[in-house]
T-cell receptor, first 115, second 113 residues
Framework: AQSVAQPEDQVNVAEGNPLTVKCTYS??????LFWYVQYPNRGLQFLLK??????LVKGSYGFEAEFNKSQTSFHLKKPSALVSDSALYFC?????????????FGKGTTLSVSS | KAGVTQTPRYLIKTRGQQVTLSCSPI?????VSWYQQTPGQGLQFLFE???????NKGNFPGRFSGRQFSNSRSEMNVSTLELGDSALYLC????????????FGPGTRLTVT
């Protein structure tokens, strides 16, 4: 069965410092991986995805993520955090061998950036 | 292009009642999925519709049902509401391409008293 783990409930960083939000997955074969962000009382916003190709993918708002097949990880990164990055971040996976476009989400990681 | 819209945004119901939530996908998107978000369980997949047919279903009781219309708009219904059904219900739409991302609506906040 597909699953996604986000091992940290909360990540705290200071503004200007680099940030990493961790994600590991369990899917047979080559998964499709996604990151979403959720601000209070809002729906989810798509940040980036890995389908194939370069292991480092770039997305919205300066975020990037690195796909590591041997470690089954897809960590979200940003070189310099902003206070406005504070939000709830979700990693999600889709098995391309299964029909449909539904996603399996991790539990989410709250990112708190202090000024 | 307009985003995914969901109505109503907020809803308060009493145990035992039923509720219907509506979702209009992004124009051209024919795949619609529904998710339940709660603090304890996180985001859980309810079901997915494509071309008016349910394609996938999550692990929820039969009280949760849905449908999709020919214009791709979708509704989900919850019958015999329980307190535990209180949640944010999110609708997402995407193109019918497995590599395509889903785009989410703002959600409907359902409170069951």
């Amino acid at each position: 069965a597909q699953s996604v783990a986000q091992p940290e409930d909360q990540v705290n960083v200071a503004e200007g410092n680099p940030l990493t939000v961790k994600c590991t997955y369990s899917v047979s074969g080559n998964p499709y991986l996604f990151w979403y962000v959720q601000y209070p009382n809002r729906g989810l916003q798509f940040l980036l995805k890995y389908i194939t190709g370069d292991n480092l993918v770039k997305g919205s708002y300066g975020f990037e993520a690195e796909f590591n097949k041997s470690q089954t990880s897809f960590h979200l990164k940003k070189p310099s955090a902003l206070v406005s990055d504070s939000a709830l971040y979700f990693c999600a996976v889709r098995d391309p061998n299964q029909a449909g476009t539904a996603l399996i989400f991790g539990k989410g990681t709250t990112l708190s950036v202090s000024s | 292009k307009a985003g995914v819209t969901q109505t109503p945004r907020y809803l308060i119901k009493t145990r035992g009642q039923q509720v219907t939530l509506s979702c209009s996908p992004i124009s051209g998107h024919r795949s619609v999925s529904w998710y339940q978000q709660t603090p304890g369980q996180g985001l859980q997949f309810l079901f997915e519709y494509f071309s008016e047919t349910q394609r996938n279903k999550g692990n929820f009781p039969g009280r949760f049902s849905g449908r999709q219309f020919s214009n791709s708009r979708s509704e989900m219904n919850v019958s015999t509401l329980e307190l535990g059904d209180s949640a944010l219900y999110l609708c997402a739409s995407s193109l019918e391409v497995v590599s395509h991302e889903q785009y989410f609506g703002p959600g409907t906040r359902l409170t069951v008293t």
